[in-house]
């Protein structure tokens, strides 16, 4: 068994692993109101900031994600809520020269009829294609690490005639990075795409007297997706509190909470 083990490290040792160096100029989430026949137009921006040529694919894949840090990259129209056949590429392949910039185009052809209120979504995949390549060392291989970048194409029909419905799903203390932190997993139940933010009014539990409020960052939240708000407390003395969450999107929809906190000193 000894053998084994120092037989399968000495195999590891030697790999090298590099990074692509393509980059996204022009942000990762795009956001259209879209009306019935319509056609909106789009682009991503992107650099290789290599000194040498990048080979680059672009494909469509569907999309979600969860609090507990789960991200699904699945084929086209496997969400019910996917926007993938309203969306053109004017490419799929492209090869950029050493240090050079150029722009994706695409098209989003809405359909006439047949759409529900709410939000449509899917994302434009931007993968370096790199090659497993021998190592000039003797010993082992250079093995590549893909850097993918995932664009999401988010496009809202009617979405003035409905309002997110955000759920708290959990709310805990928690050290991260030697910080007290209040991590929040808030829930879009609804129909439309939001961009919430959390805060939270903390209030000493004996004296009702408030302590504090702390807010996150706002954060985009996909219907049927749901994701952690972190929130650092890092300032608030260990004791038992009571506490009131409001989740505000971008239109001030508001969803409230009470809890019970306990800041420990761990």
Known sequence: ??????????????????????????????????????????????????????????????????????????????????????????????????????????????????????????VIMVEPVEDVKPSDSKQGVNITSIIRYAIQVITDYDAEKIKPDLKFESVRIEKEEGRQTVKIAIANKGNIYCKPTAVIEIYNRKTGQKVGTFSSQAMGLLPKTSKSYHIDINTIPPGQYNAVIIATDEDENAFALNVELEVKND
């Open 1 to 122: 068994m000894i053998k084994r083990i120092l037989f399968f490290v000495s195999l590891i040792i030697p790999f090298t692993i590099l990074q692509a160096s393509i980059v996204i100029l022009n942000g990762l989430t795009h956001n259209y109101k879209v009306e019935n026949g319509q056609v909106y137009k789009g682009k991503i921006a992107i650099e290789n900031t290599d000194n040498k040529p990048q080979n680059v694919k672009i494909f469509l894949q569907d999309f979600m994600y969860q609090s507990d840090g789960t991200i699904s990259y699945t084929s086209p129209h496997t969400n019910e809520k996917t926007n993938t056949d309203w969306i053109r590429l004017n490419t799929n392949f492209i090869t950029l020269k050493a240090k050079e910039k150029t722009e994706i185009y695409y098209e989003i052809i809405i359909p006439n009829t047949g759409i529900n209120a709410g939000s449509y979504w899917s």
